[in-house]
């Protein structure tokens, strides 16, 4: 296809897959005549990947991402589907990675047309394809219509409501209302200047406060307490597709291996177990969830097992996930010279959140923290540090269900 050509579909449910040499974020919206959602529900995406008539499918970063129409299933009033594309990659342009879109059968994968939007150059975005409704049958057009301000332009293009953060002042003046305590000052003055100077800039990692409620990404790394929630969201836009928790120990005191294994439980709506991933087990849910191996000793450094969650891969009834470690070996956690769990941004390999045990306690197993799906499709991580009596994954169903 050329940029404006349209072809009719021969079928009644179409996938458009969108590939190129880097990885992309494919979403769709549903439109009506004048060209605008009728509400955010409209905007599908890997944190709300189902609409009416309309899916969004993950391809895990070794495929290409997918929307599918169901003409059948689109509510009346809706007259377009439109398909867009941006770099996963924040900031990347299209310079050099011409997308092409495929047009697919959903049932029986035929192709049914193919578009690569000839001289890209800066767009961070574009509108590819559209799937619309012209004297009552469904047709294909190519767009190719491109952005310069990534995803967020349009989708407010297009109606929806993108939360934009407010922007710094460079010299604050002294807040009338105390600020919320996410960076609490240090304990002891700084060797600077005995005048009182504007407050400093954002250190690389934001230590909330004893007690502060929920935090987010915006300072950057985030070293949580106990029952602290961060949001993984950044500027109040989605943040984060592909995640990994890295769980790390050292070897017992006195010199002694300990095995300590780590584990991901996920759970349903109504607390109902669905699924575990375990050393026993690397791989749940089509691959959404993938367990790195099992470490014997702790012996090395950095993470000792790797968790990689792809959130935008998750069956939908999947609204929460429980990260565990056990002591299969049967030590407690008072034998343990350290343990941590981190989030890490899969993609950037940035780390995220950070929570490191300091009181264990004669246990043998640990919730370190959880993933909760929220209404809005976000994710939050609270970190937990709940020891129970438990060695195995299959010990800590019960109870990490009752901690959810």
Request: hydrophobic residues 40%; negative net charge.
């Amino acid at each position: 296809m050329t940029p404006g050509s349209n072809i009719p579909l021969a079928a009644a449910r179409v996938t458009v897959d969108v590939a190129a040499p880097v990885r992309l974020d494919v979403s769709g919206l549903l439109l009506t005549a004048d060209g605008k959602v009728r509400s955010d529900d409209d905007f599908i995406f890997y944190n709300q990947p189902s609409g009416p008539g309309v899916t969004y499918r993950s391809g895990g970063g070794s495929a290409p991402d997918a929307i599918t129409v169901d003409t059948v299933a689109v509510p009346p009033g809706i007259e377009k589907i439109v398909v867009t594309a941006s770099p996963d990659a924040a900031g990347q342009t299209f310079q050099g990675i011409e997308p092409t879109a495929t047009i697919r059968d959903a049932d029986d994968g035929s192709v049914l047309a193919t578009f690569t939007p000839p001289r890209l150059g800066t767009e961070t975005a574009l509108v590819v394809v559209e799937i619309y409704l012209r004297g009552g049958k469904w047709k294909a057009r190519a767009v190719g219509q491109g952005y310069a301000d990534g995803l967020a332009g349009i989708a407010t293009d297009f109606g929806v409501t993108v939360e934009e953060p407010a922007p710094a002042p460079v010299a604050p003046p002294q807040p009338a209302v105390p600020p919320q305590p996410l960076t609490p000052p240090p304990p002891a003055p700084a060797a600077q200047s005995p005048a009182a100077p504007p407050p400093p800039p954002a250190p690389p990692a934001a230590v909330p406060a004893p007690g502060a409620g929920k935090v987010n990404l915006d300072k950057g790394r985030v070293s949580l307490q106990k029952n602290q929630t961060v949001s993984l969201v950044k500027g109040g836009r989605p943040l984060l597709a592909r995640v990994k928790m890295g769980l790390g120990w050292e070897p017992a005191y006195r010199g002694a291996d300990i095995d300590l294994d780590a584990s991901v439980i996920a759970y349903g709506p109504q607390r109902n177990h669905i699924d575990s991933c375990y050393f026993g087990r690397l791989t749940i849910l089509n691959g959404a969830v993938k367990h790195s191996g099992d470490n014997l000793t702790g012996e090395g450094a950095g993470d000792d097992e790797v968790i990689v969650v792809d959130l935008g891969r998750l069956p939908q009834e999947v609204t929460g996930l429980v990260f565990t470690v056990n002591s299969f070996s049967g030590q407690k956690f008072t034998e343990v010279a350290k343990a941590y769990c981190r989030l890490v941004d899969a993609t950037t390999e940035e780390e995220l959140a950070r929570f490191d045990l300091t009181h264990a306690q004669p246990q043998t197993g640990v919730m370190m923290a959880k993933l909760i799906r929220q209404f809005t499709g976000e994710w939050e991580m609270t970190a937990m540090g709940d020891f129970v009596k438990a060695r195995t994954v299959r010990n800590m169903v019960k109870p990490a269900a009752q901690a959810l």
